[in-house]
């Protein structure tokens, strides 16, 4: 299914509500450069006594190992230092890896895990099926997985006695959360928390921009026939961009209905960019019999939002709710 090709991997529609489940269920700065004195400071430098010392920054928090956690499965693991040799079963794991600065450690990582650029030059370990001789031969010190999406995957390689660290955010806090946890686990807690804090703050920076806005009817297919309802983190994506999603009544991933949509009577429609010359999605939504009634179809008020962003439970879903708090409120949103 094409949302998971970008997303988590592109799978086929029979597992497909399984996946999404898990994925439905970055990173780098240039550094400054100082300008050169002019003429007057550089006189007032020369003629200062006693230079000001300058007060040390504090330590970044480090971690004290042995470190014992519980992830998403109820299991325990304890770690003896930062892992050095990591695996990513997913791409939202690869993303968040990466993001908190733990790239170098990662020596594996599923097919569909194409960001960050790097991720592209590093061995594969399978697609929507983990190939388990393939992570195996890797020797890994840590494997992060998704709790729902790599459940068998997860059972083996535990059997097999590697330390899994699985998770299935289900809302923006619980993927904050989980940078965080990644940090700690790596000793990256500075980069980690620069990571969340930044996730933080554009989430506050759109409910902020869209506190009192009359909330406008949302309806989202993430993938042809497919929306999501209440309990999913991309129904609270939708309500904290200002949005109140038309399908919440029905909980999880689930096919479109297709008349409840036509009552339902949505203001926006939004759908992901799939890289197709016309979206199949558009296509699907311009044939479906009264749907040239609905309020976003007559008003061709229809958006197409980048794909990986708004499906990968990862850093970069700041970037998501972002986009979709332009689309639902662009007047308010910048």
């Not at 200062?48 to 480090?62: I, M, N, R, V």
């Not at 406008?216 to 949005?243: H, Q, R």
Request: proline share 6%; charged share 20%; net charge negative.
């Amino acid at each position: 299914m094409k949302w998971l090709n970008r997303l988590n991997m592109k799978s086929a529609m029979a597992v497909m509500l399984v996946l999404m489940l898990a994925l439905i269920a970055a990173c780098g700065g240039k550094a400054e450069v100082s300008p050169s004195p002019s003429p007057s400071s550089a006189v007032e430098q020369t003629a200062s006594a006693e230079p000001t010392a300058t007060p040390e920054a504090p330590a970044a928090a480090q971690t004290e190992y042995p470190l014992t956690i519980t992830d998403e499965t109820g299991t325990e693991l304890t770690f003896e230092k930062a892992p050095g040799a990591v695996v990513t079963l997913v791409p939202s794991e690869t993303e968040t890896i990466f993001a908190i600065g733990g790239g170098s450690t990662v020596v594996g990582v599923d097919q569909w895990s194409n960001y960050p650029e790097e991720a592209n030059s590093i061995a594969k370990i399978g697609d929507m099926k983990t190939n388990i001789e393939a992570v195996a031969a890797l020797n890994p010190e840590l494997i992060l997985a998704n709790s729902s999406m790599n459940g068998d995957a997860i059972t083996q390689l535990r059997e097999l006695g590697y330390a899994v660290y699985a998770t299935n955010p289900k809302t923006y806090d619980a993927v904050v959360a989980k940078v965080e946890e990644l940090g700690k686990i790596m000793n990256l807690q500075e980069k980690a928390g620069e990571v969340a804090k930044h996730m933080t703050d554009v989430k506050q920076q759109v409910t902020d921009a869209v506190k009192g806005a009359e909330a406008k009817k949302v309806f989202l297919e993430f993938s042809p026939g497919y929306t999501v309802g209440s309990g999913e983190f991309l129904d609270e994506l939708i309500t904290l961009a200002g949005g109140v999603n038309i399908a919440s009544s029905v909980a999880g991933w689930h096919e479109v209905n297709a008349e409840e949509v036509i009552t339902q009577n949505p203001e926006i429609i939004i759908y992901p960019d799939f890289g197709e010359e016309k979206s199949s999605i558009l296509t699907a939504i311009e044939s479906r019999p009264g749907w040239e009634t609905i309020d976003a179809v007559k008003n061709k008020n229809m958006h197409m939002v980048t794909n990986d962003p708004l499906v990968r439970v990862g850093p970069r879903l700041a970037d998501g709710l972002l986009e979709v708090a332009k689309v639902i409120h662009p007047d308010l949103v910048k």
